[in-house]
């Protein structure tokens, strides 16, 4: 019992580094796992290019909105990074990886609003950017160790 309670509780994001049984992905596989992460951070900078981006009249609502769309955007960009370094590179600990590159691209992601009329940049959007990239691989790490 108490074996069990220590597997669990350590090295929730270590399941993530854990490599499956299988050799480095086939052809085909690099392209569509780099694909959707370069799809999705061309969204990313697509909606950064927005002037004025509104998506509710309620100004209150609309900041919520716009934070909680932060996170989860940076989230789903974090596990696709994730996933497309745990298939197609030898790199040690991918989920650290894919954090830092996704805080990364928040930043730059910050620093082009700043060309972009009626956006401006903000360090609080980074952190909330590394906050939503934080608790996705961590959700999915957990996940992960129960299945284990």
Do not use: C
């Not at 002037?51 to 509710?56: A, D, S, W």
């Not at 996705?136 to 992960?144: D, E, S």
């Amino acid at each position: 019992m108490v074996g069990d309670q220590d597997r669990v509780g350590t090295g929730t994001l270590s399941t993530m580094d854990e490599r499956p049984p299988r050799a480095l992905p086939v052809s085909g596989r690099p392209l569509l796992a780099w694909g959707a992460v370069v799809g999705w951070a061309v969204l990313i900078f697509a909606l950064s290019a927005t002037p004025n981006l509104r998506f509710v009249s309620d100004p209150g609502l609309d900041i919520v909105i716009r934070k909680l769309g932060h996170m989860g955007v940076f989230g789903i960009l974090a596990l696709l990074l994730w996933r497309a370094l745990a298939e197609t590179t030898a790199w040690r600990r991918p989920s650290g990886w894919a954090f830092a590159l996704t805080v990364l691209y928040a930043a730059s992601d910050e620093f082009h609003q700043g060309f972009v009329a009626g956006r401006h940049p903000s360090a609080t959007d980074v952190g909330i950017d590394a906050a939503g990239a934080l608790i996705a691989l961590v959700a999915v790490g957990l996940i992960r160790s129960r299945r284990a």
